[in-house]
């Protein structure tokens, strides 16, 4: 078992006192958790350390050729005030897959998660108490060679950092609506679409601001080769309720394996629902929308874990979604995940670790 160093912070910062202000990802804790890589050393170095600004060179890689990689999990506060995990494990995995597209040397899961775990020993308590809000978890790699050339850098910081956030839905959960993108795309198979790489959401954020400007919450992005078949909406995965079965793109490579989308997934083969994973066109729920048979859409993702869709504009035609309305398969979904993720209801799954 590796040794992981713990620096406590001399001065602490002061916690939420109004947690109905706390927002998403704009507060910090007092401590983070680091690593360092080298040639030499390979990873090394595992501390828990005051929370502090990262000192970079101009010339960092990072900033230059975009060796970025992260992933994003939550720490929940049950009734009882007991805190839990969901599916972090996971996360770790993943997160070395991206690493491993990326040219980013994989690390040992069981010394990310020792760590983290020590963090959250720390400051676990920033964890806030109001219904639907978590203590978020971002990990993150980046390259940190200070060199001007387009390889794979030779020394990297690893980093997790906490930050307590408030409700996704701070007004309830509220169905939105969606723009097909059909100029820009995100991924291609055989790219970075499977990775949580930086260059993956700053790629989707120009279709992003030009659906707002339309009036639209979201991006329906559809294949980077066809621009036919259905990938993500936004930064989450997506699923459809038509005629009763449960149907969400299949994974091809430019598509990310969604933690939340594989749990729903789960859980609905669990309910008896047909679940299908296969390629599905954007014809094909335009079809689906005129004829009534599509009963239900929404996101799955961890910041919102599913976000209803009560319209979708498709080439100027405008279909509405169940009347605009929260869909009962949606609200069981979302009832459900977040009833295992803060202990309401039993984890069947073992998907839970409780921290205390």
Request: proline content about 5%; glycine content about 8%.
């Amino acid at each position: 078992m590796t040794t992981i160093s713990v620096e406590r912070a001399k001065a602490l910062k002061s916690k939420p006192q109004d947690e109905t202000k706390m927002g998403f990802g704009q507060l910090f804790t007092d401590h983070m958790f680091s690593m360092n890589y080298s040639p030499d050393q390979g990873w090394h170095n595992p501390r828990v350390e005051p929370y502090h600004m990262l000192e970079m060179d101009p010339a960092t890689m990072v900033l230059h050729y975009g060796q970025a990689i992260f992933e994003g999990l939550k720490c929940y506060r049950r009734a009882d005030q007991g805190l839990q995990l969901f599916r972090p494990r996971d996360n770790f995995h993943r997160l070395n897959l991206s690493a491993d597209r990326l040219s980013i040397p994989m690390f040992n899961e069981d010394t990310a998660m020792d760590g983290f775990l020590k963090l959250l020993e720390l400051d676990g308590e920033w964890t806030p108490h109001l219904d639907g809000s978590s203590l978020y978890v971002r990990p993150t790699i980046i390259a940190i060679d200070p060199f001007l050339g387009v390889r794979a850098s030779n020394t990297y910081l690893f980093f997790i950092i906490l930050s307590p956030s408030g409700s996704y839905y701070a007004g309830g959960l509220q169905p939105v609506s969606i723009y097909v993108e059909d100029q820009y795309v995100r991924a291609v198979r055989g790219g970075l679409g499977f990775t949580k790489a930086a260059a993956n959401y700053a790629a989707s954020i120009k279709a992003a601001d030009i659906a707002k400007q339309k009036g639209f919450a979201q991006v329906l992005w559809l294949d980077g080769v066809d621009q036919k078949y259905i990938e993500e909406v936004g930064s989450m995965n997506i699923m459809f309720v038509i005629d009763g079965k449960l149907v969400t793109p299949e994974l091809n490579g430019s598509i990310l394996a969604g933690i939340t989308r594989d749990s729903i997934l789960t859980l609905a083969r669990d309910m008896g629902m047909t679940v299908e994973e296969r390629r599905v066109s954007i014809e094909e729920i335009a079809s689906a929308a005129r004829s009534d048979k599509l009963q239900e859409a929404f996101g799955t993702g961890t910041a919102a874990v599913v976000s209803p869709v009560g319209e979708l504009c498709y080439e100027g035609e405008v279909f509405s979604i169940n009347g605009k309305q929260i869909g009962p398969v949606t609200q069981k979904m979302y009832d459900t995940l977040t009833g295992i993720q803060y202990g309401r209801i039993s984890d069947p799954h073992g998907w839970i670790l409780p921290l205390k």
